[in-house]
């Protein structure tokens, strides 16, 4: 089975850095996402990681360490419109589907 | 919008019915997925199609729940005699496969069982 943690709720202020960690322990590995997910509305897809190490794409950064069993996903500069919340999803090897976390809950305060 | 379409984008219904939820995939991926999500809680997978063939199915996926995926193409989710429980978002997604594993999902059905 998989189990994975990420804390349910952040609170971070406009312009600033927020590091939302996700742990994960899988009987195997093929990959970790990142979605964020707008209330009432579709996960909507960031980041994927298969290999050690860390992924930027604008103001979005992903990490990833496999022996650890850890990720982050870094956000910078901090817009009020980044208030939502953002899920750790892994991918097993084997299957195809994805198993989330129950999601990070990020207020942006001004 | 990630070019994945779902409908009916809500629906109410009365307990013991029947519904039916259809999903558009992109129409290059041969992969598709169905999941659920509750309140405070992240997507649970349902099943999973390749092409036509479903090829994985949840222990969540009782025997009220049946997927079909007929050419490949759209597929459809109906639940009979629905219950309260079954109240919750579904999500529809897809992926290119062949390597190409990132799922694109769509903006949900959310079902309201009364």
């Known amino acids: 089975g998989q189990n994975i943690d990420q804390p349910t709720e952040m609170t971070a202020t406009e312009g600033a850095i927020v590091q939302i960690n996700c742990t994960y322990q899988?009987?195997?590995?093929?990959?970790l996402f990142w979605y964020q997910q707008h209330a009432g509305e579709a996960p909507t897809f960031l980041s994927y990681n298969v290999l050690d190490g860390l992924e930027e794409k604008g103001r979005f950064s992903s990490f990833l360490s496999r022996s650890k069993g850890y990720s982050y996903l870094l956000l910078k500069e901090l817009q009020m419109k980044d208030s939502a919340s953002y899920l750790c999803?892994?991918?097993?090897?084997?299957?195809?589907?994805?198993?989330f976390g129950s999601g990070t809950r990020l207020q942006v305060q001004p | 919008d990630t070019g994945v379409s779902q409908n009916p984008r809500h629906k109410i219904t009365k307990r013991g019915q029947n519904v039916t939820f259809r999903c558009d995939p992109i129409s290059e991926h041969n992969r598709l997925y169905w999941y659920r999500q509750t309140l405070g809680q992240g997507p649970e997978f349902l099943t999973y199609f390749q092409n036509e063939a479903q090829l994985e199915k949840s222990r969540l996926l009782s025997d009220r729940f049946s997927a079909e995926r007929p050419k490949g193409s759209f597929s459809t989710l109906e639940i009979q005699r629905t219950e309260q429980g079954d109240s919750a978002m579904y999500l529809c997604?897809?992926?290119?496969?062949?390597?190409?594993?990132?799922?694109?999902f769509g903006p949900g059905t959310r079902l309201l069982v009364l």
């Open positions: 997604a897809s992926s290119l496969g062949q390597l190409q594993e990132t799922q694109y």
């Open positions: 999803a892994v991918l097993d090897t084997g299957r195809r589907a994805l198993t």
């Open positions: 899988t009987s195997g590995f093929n990959g």
